[in-house]
C-alpha cells in the first residue's frame, strides 16, 4: 500500500499540529507520510506539547516549527487544526479542518486535553484511509 501524504497546518506549528503529526508518525508509520507546518515563522515547539507527547510514549524532542513552503505540495490530504488559517492554495485531494481549541498559554490538562482528542482524530483518519 502506498503511504498517505497527510499534512497537519497550525498558524504557528508549534502545539496541535505537531502533536498530530507525532502521533501520525507513531501510529500511522504503515499508513502515513505526515508532516506539520505553520503559516508564521515560530521559535519553537511549546515544551508541554512536547511533554504531554513524551507521557504517551511519543517523542518530539527533535520536533522544530516549519512553514507551509517546507512541505511536499503534492497532499493527499491537507487538515488544519481549527484556528481559522487560511491556507495558501495547496493541491490535495482532501481537507478537513479538524476544529481543535488551542491548549497554548493554559495548564498541562488542557494540553493533555488537545492530546487526547487529536489522538482520537488520528486513529479514526488512519481506520478511514485503510478501509
Known sequence: MKKVKVAFVCIHNSCRSQMAEGYA?????DV?????????????VKPLAVEVMEMDGV???DHHPKLISDIPSDLDYLI???CGVECPYIPCKVREDWEIDDP?????EDFIKTRDIIKEKIIELIDRIIK
Open 104 to 108: 497554548s498559554g493554559g495548564p498541562e
Open 32 to 44: 502515513l507520510e505526515p508532516y506539520s507546518a505553520g503559516t508564521d515563522k515560530y521559535h519553537e
Open 59 to 61: 517523542d518530539m524532542s
Open 80 to 82: 488544519t487544526m481549527g
Open 25 to 29: 508518525i507513531k501510529l500511522g508509520a
